[in-house]
């Protein structure tokens, strides 16, 4: 039985066991369908929380309290929206976004899509494995004992195993999140400041507040979680008859990824909110030690390990699958670095640069704030793509976007194009001595 069949029939399984249950599941019912359910998107998703994104997240807790929360709220609208439309061109098309953007659009163009996602990714694959060594350094191991090791562990789980089982890994990896939540218990947040700003919008008009806000979403609607998610779908061997489920998966996995995002926010402002930003995940997990004692520094700690280990693989992953698809070679985890060489050996380059560069006396610190705004830059790039490819009935079909979702999709990316705008001009006026 091949990958696909296999995920096919459990998805089936799952699908049926639901409906012979007239009126009510158990709990454990619900909990296999969930996990039948769960694949690229969920994946990819949770892969945006990762140490960057911790940094980020716990920065707006600590310099803005609860202020960013509408703010996220309409992140995670996005996010939904986004991830869909990534995953609904993977599971109609059975191409990856690389593969549909170049033969959508010109080389010139194709080019741009693959440089902007390296540019991105570059950063954030050093920032990764940085991010391990500083929660190993928590617990009282230096990172050259463990960045090694953990760079050795997540070649071999890409370069040895199936897409499924690694898959099955990532979710393990994503169990870590749950960290967060119980940190943020742990911190006794103001419940009705939460509540107030999570539906009233709040807004500074200064540059650091368009800063955060940037940085928020280039570390939530990262470029190259659509890469793969839509990339995962077809490496699943997904069909248009299982795009229910994967659009479900896709869903849960953005919602559940922000909900992570905003626990770390909320922990954060409640510890120590409007103290000014904070220079790392690492730093967040210290200032949580007086309010919440040891257990808080350890759980953040996990989480950070669990959070960065997950992209260390995935964001490589993405880059591979970009170029593999842009170039037309062969490109799935489940084949062998004989059969495809490019995938294998651009992942294998990129886990080797990132252990490297984080080994050394890097300002990670920079590289984390750098490499969070740099993907708020460049993701309007690349959701431009995305719509207009979502758009194409020539392309999708009945499936493409709707008069409706056309709209909310373009307002999306206007949206975070217009944030990444004023970020790029305040910064140039600033050069001048104009901000």
């Avoid at 990670?364 to 719509?387: A, D, E, H, K, R």
């Amino acid at each position: 039985m091949t990958t696909r069949d296999l995920d096919t029939t459990v998805a089936t399984s799952a699908v049926s066991a639901a409906g012979a249950v007239p009126t009510r599941r158990t709990g454990w019912r619900r909990i296999t369908m969930v996990a039948a359910i769960a694949g690229p998107g969920l994946v990819a998703a949770n892969a945006g929380n990762d140490a960057a994104g911790i940094a980020t997240y716990a920065s707006a807790g600590s310099q803005f309290t609860y202020g960013t929360l509408f703010f996220m709220v309409l992140v995670t609208i996005a996010l939904v929206m986004v991830q869909e439309m990534a995953v609904r061109l993977g599971a109609h098309t059975g191409k990856g976004l690389g593969a549909l953007i170049r033969e959508q659009f010109s080389l010139r163009l194709t080019g741009l899509a693959v440089f902007c996602l390296l540019l991105a990714n570059t950063g954030l694959v050093v920032s990764e494995f940085a991010g391990i060594g500083a929660a190993f350094e928590l617990l009282g191991v230096p990172k050259w004992a463990v960045i090694p090791p953990a760079a050795i562990l997540l070649w071999s789980l890409v370069l040895f195993g199936s897409y499924r089982w690694a898959e099955r890994i990532f979710l393990i990896m994503s169990l870590a999140f749950f960290a967060y939540p119980i940190a943020m218990i742990l911190g006794h947040p103001h419940w009705g400041e939460v509540g107030k700003h999570l539906v009233v919008p709040h807004v500074e008009p200064s540059k650091d507040f368009i800063l955060l806000a940037v940085a928020l979403i280039g570390t939530t609607v990262s470029p190259y979680m659509q890469f793969y998610a839509a990339a995962g779908v077809v490496d699943r061997g997904a069909k248009p008859e299982d795009y229910r489920l994967i659009k479900l998966d896709a869903m849960l996995g953005a919602v559940f990824a922000c909900i992570i995002s905003l626990t770390i926010i909320i922990a954060t402002a409640a510890a120590i909110g409007g103290t000014g930003p904070l220079a790392s995940a690492a730093q967040a997990a210290e200032a949580l030690k007086p309010v919440a004692g040891q257990n808080a520094e350890l759980l953040f700690a996990l989480g950070l390990i669990g959070a960065s280990a997950l992209a260390g693989a995935v964001v490589p992953l993405s880059a591979s699958y970009a170029i593999g698809e842009a170039a037309g070679v062969e490109r799935s985890v489940s084949r062998s670095f004989r059969d495809a060489p490019l995938f294998l050996g651009l992942f294998t380059a990129q886990i080797v640069l990132g252990a490297t560069v984080a080994m050394t006396p890097v300002d990670v610190i920079q590289l984390l704030i750098g490499t969070q705004v740099l993907q708020g830059l460049i993701s309007p790039i690349v959701l431009v793509y995305l719509l207009v490819l979502t758009n194409r009935r020539s392309l999708l079909g009945a499936a493409a976007n709707s008069p409706r979702y056309r709209i909310a999709a373009t307002a999306v990316v206007v949206g975070v194009a217009g944030m990444s705008t004023i970020l790029l001009v305040q910064t140039v006026l600033g050069w001048f001595g104009l901000g």
